[in-house]
């Protein structure tokens, strides 16, 4: 079967750094996405990795290892309004998108 | 970036009546949208795949005679809970695919109550 496991919930400071880990076992692999859901609101798109290593787009970075089939979502100097849902995505062999249950972040002042 | 609307952003029906939700791309074109549900503090299910001037495809567990989408346009997507329930109570929201990476942009969602 499928399955993208993520932590449920995680806490952190103002100012601080997280990192959400996700790790996906799929049919096949064409790329790994994050999104962002503040609660009520629909999912706005992070970024998207299809090779190996780093992408870092401001205060978000994402990383991701094919082989371990492992990705990371890293947020620097978090800021109270990055709390929300964060959501792992795989595009598998038949495009479609998998989802992860998604990782509730709370920031803490 | 793509901008995806939906309407109604809210709606509250009573129960065995029909809903009808629009999926809009606003400035491009959308041959391929989905239309997803999430339960409160669950993640997104996918309901159906909506292609222009096809049938939709449904995932397993969906009821396509309940739950039925029509694209009949390469920026319009109407998904209607026919006949609707309680249980049918639920955060509904579109998307469409576009971009080299086929990456999608949801719409706002709707979030429908049956009472």
């Known amino acids: 079967g499928q399955n993208i496991d993520q932590p449920t919930e995680m806490t952190a400071t103002e100012g601080a750094i997280v990192q959400i880990n996700c790790t996906y076992q799929?049919?096949?692999?064409?790329?790994l996405f994050w999104y962002q859901q503040h609660a009520g609101e629909a999912p706005t798109f992070l970024s998207y990795?299809?090779l190996d290593g780093l992408e870092e787009k401001g205060r978000f970075s994402s990383f991701l290892s094919r082989s371990k089939g492992y990705s990371y979502l890293l947020l620097k100097e978090l800021q109270m309004k990055d709390s929300a849902s964060y959501l792992c995505?795989?595009?598998?062999?038949?495009?479609?998108?998998?989802w992860g249950a998604g990782t509730k972040l709370i920031i803490k002042p | 970036g793509a901008v995806v609307s939906q309407h109604p952003s809210w709606v509250i029906c009573k129960s065995g009546t029909s809903v009808k939700i629009e999926c809009r791309s606003l400035d491009f074109q959308a041959t391929t949208m989905f239309w997803y549900r999430q339960f409160p503090k669950q993640s997104l299910m996918l309901m159906a795949t909506?292609?222009?001037?096809?049938?939709?495809?449904?995932e397993q567990g969906v009821e396509k005679d309940k739950f039925l989408i029509n694209h009949a346009s390469l920026t319009l997507s109407t998904l209607t809970v026919t006949s609707a329930h309680p249980e049918d109570s639920s955060f509904y929201i579109c998307?469409?695919?576009?971009?080299?990476?086929?990456?999608?942009?949801f719409g706002p969602g709707t979030r429908l109550t049956v009472l």
């Open positions: 799929t049919s096949g692999f064409n790329g």
């Open positions: 995505a795989v595009k598998d062999s038949n495009y479609q998108l998998i």
């Open positions: 990795n299809v």
């Open positions: 998307s469409a695919r576009v971009g080299e990476w086929n990456e999608q942009f």
């Open positions: 909506s292609n222009e001037g096809s049938k939709a495809t449904y």
